[in-house]
């Protein structure tokens, strides 16, 4: 019946540089951009799909609102992104060439190792590496 996690969505005020870090640093690809007119009002929402390996992250942006909603005040639930890598040294230099430094870790396990980064928006997303 339930086959697997679709998409997650992040809300930005920050859309170009948002897709740019995901698309430029992490690899992703655009699958698609939508707008989609909200009923009754004179707001839209510009959506952006990224792909990685076949997961979605959903960038949303509200059009036509002075202050965009901070993620922080439209719901609860979002806490991070995990993307598993192929070697965590590995990913953690080509990171900081691009200029992202870890935020947490890296705690290295018997049988992984984990660090965390952040987006644009301050966002966290886990590097996993499983050994």
Do not use: C
């Not at 086959?3 to 540089?17: G, L, M, S, Y």
């Not at 909603?69 to 070697?87: C, F, N, Q, S, T």
């Amino acid at each position: 019946m339930f086959k697997r996690i679709d998409h997650v969505e992040i809300v930005t005020d920050r859309p170009d540089e948002t897709v740019r870090f995901y698309t430029e640093t992490l690899g992703f690809t655009v699958r698609q951009r939508d707008r989609i007119v909200r009923p009754g009002t004179d707001t839209a929402l510009n959506l952006v799909y990224l792909d990685l390996g076949g997961t979605t992250v959903e960038i949303i942006t509200y059009e036509g609102v002075a202050v965009s909603p901070k993620p922080e005040l439209e719901h609860l639930g979002y806490r991070m992104i995990a993307i598993e890598v192929e070697d965590m040294r590995t990913a953690l230099a080509y990171l900081k060439e691009k200029g992202v430094e870890p935020v947490w870790g890296p705690m290295y396990r018997d049988h992984y190792a984990r660090a965390e980064i952040a987006d644009p928006n301050g966002y966290r997303i886990e590097l996993r590496d499983w050994f």
